[in-house]
């Protein structure tokens, strides 16, 4: 698990030094499909302090299985998602600025536009709330049952939709390994502030038009995409 | 005092590294509450070329018991906050953007998100308006005694609402020691930003419910706290 | 072609260095008018591993004369508008934030400060949606047609009017040279910033009178300037 | 007029380092009174290669008595402050962001805060427009007699109102030194930018009362100044 590890320290700190995280607002998990075990980030020890050595690994159950640390207070909610989006490699959340403010105003990310479509196709949906009972319960594993049951809800491919707004609370974003989880964080923290003074201005528009979020997101993604260097990036 | 001295000094070098201040427009003070003796910045003193030998020590009835320097103008303010709250090891008053937009909007910062809950137990209350005698009677005395004031008659504890915003001017700001007071002041800059943005929008919700900031306040500082590698951070 | 491959490697780093780029999100064209050719940034390589060897050159036809690497994704958009106005040497399109939040609100920007008047004469142009068929046929040569359309049909100098608005999606700007394609990017985005403010403002004003925007415009650039150490800069 | 010429350029500079300016888009200038020159910054010349020897010297008649280069665009306005103002050391003119904002707005910006109050005595005016006539015949003399006529009308001492809005333009501010030039451009900046947000708020309160805006400006400007650690600074 040591390049796990690696990787998962090296995302964690990604997000710092893109301006996505301070103090110690942000967790980065990896999953290793393989041997079934997520890598994450300790709870509350500073970025400018953390080692590889400080990354907790669990099982899907949320045993420890290597780490000295307690692990992220999210990891239950990293959990949930893992189990029901096997194809899903890497987990983060964020308190980022302009993400976190359209958590807070609880309601769903429109696409205005192709910057959002060349990565999101579609809107990011925002979670329902969460119920007291639920609260009480076990509050950070049904925070992630409430993230796949919205996703499913919607009928979202997790791929397509990388992300989502945690109702008055602040995004989750994923992605097929760290640096694809990464990117998708620094996307949606830049669209999410665009998207807001677009959204703003009185005389806002509707989303875009389907037919240029699909033109957008798919010569970037889809079968025939002609962005960058490989078929696929 | 060397010690408190030293640390008043970091604290006001590290206001500026995070953003919170320019010019002079800060400063920091530190209680010793066995000697009952206060450690506070110099008035107008550029932060360059402060030393820990520029920082003032006083009692809490403002005699000066070290330093040649007139201590920051805001003294009295501070000197009444320890007096009415003896758990505040220090206090600190910015003119940070955000915070002081909301003092300038002369209104109580609602809780509209968990960021906010982790931090901030419930609203940051907005002072009274100073009365034009009180103006002419003793200004930074009689602003700490309605800061004092305010958080009595809102029923707050100090501890868990960290932070108030003076009518029509800015922050102040405290914690148990410089470290808690200096991350509360980056924590009140950081929601009172994210808070503008989500009041604004036409949309904008009510506050969060009370169960879900109990749930967040309590996971960080709560009895039964579980964020963090110790109970209590 | 080994000059202009590294002017326009260049201008792709400048544009980062400016603020007007994360991630691969921008790229650079240079016109060769002599020699009928293009060089411009190959797609989704990043800025930091980019060599001037990596710059691709193309015929005014999207043939590919020197190169190993796919050009960027929006070739066609710069070749169409060097078709329609050989006196522009360089195109640059980005997603910078402020030009892309007016894209998205699919508008054209008003002039409303002299900032503005200084180097863009008059409003800066939004173009039409592009139809469901049209981007069927062929989405990024069908932009620049209707980049080119929105010029002719509003009666706009190019050179005066350096720069449009991609309905919903992002800026494109231009210039006689890459340096100057530059510059009226960096102007772009910091007017854009400060027309959005100006206009959000429940009381705004009208455009400015057009006694003034000329005055401005004219004394940097019209046939008696009298800015900068030149007659024209 | 060496050491004059060599704090107009450290002026200049220090502009730059504060971002204040971008491009070549700001002037200081300074005022020998004894002398009755003036040492600006030359017209279009990018701060990263001006050197004291480019700053051009002229008397209040604008004739050259000092440089090789074409002074500043903007000398006109800058000598007719002068002239009418001989208590003032230094002009500086600049687009700033959220003070070219409010320029744009073509409004007075009200006192919302002390911030405001500690530094300009009451709102900053918002000069009339130029009229057609006017731009024809002489437009940067006829700016600054705007500004001189502006300031006059209203009642303002300009040394406690330090800078005024110009009408669909950007700011002017000064001091009695470049220093104090300088400081004054970074604080209207700010306050710009926290007033914008004051004003923009649905439930934006009216300016502050003047009792509190008094205070505020004369315990750090009055004749009992107990700011700082001099009486006046």
Redesign the interface.
Known sequence: MRELKEKVLEGNLKLVECGLV??T?GNVSAYDREKGLVAIK????PYAEMTADDIVVLDLDGKIVEGD??PS?DTATHLEIYKAFPQIGSVIHT?S?WA??W?????DMPC????HADFFFGSVPCTR??T?DE?DEN?EKITGQIIVETIKKRGKDPISVPGILAY???PFTWGKDVDSAV?NS??LE?IA?????????S???AP??Q??IE?HYN?KFGPNA????EKH?
């Open positions: 301070i103090l607002w300790p709870s509350g020890v640390l307690r207070t308190h600025k976190t403010i958590a807070q105003m609880r309601m205005f536009g192709t910057t709330e969460i007291d609260i509050y008055g609370h602040a990117k620094v996307v830049r502030e665009m998207n807001y003074y677009t959204l703003f201005n005389k806002a528009p875009l038009k037919s240029i033109k010569r002609y962005y960058g260097q990036n």
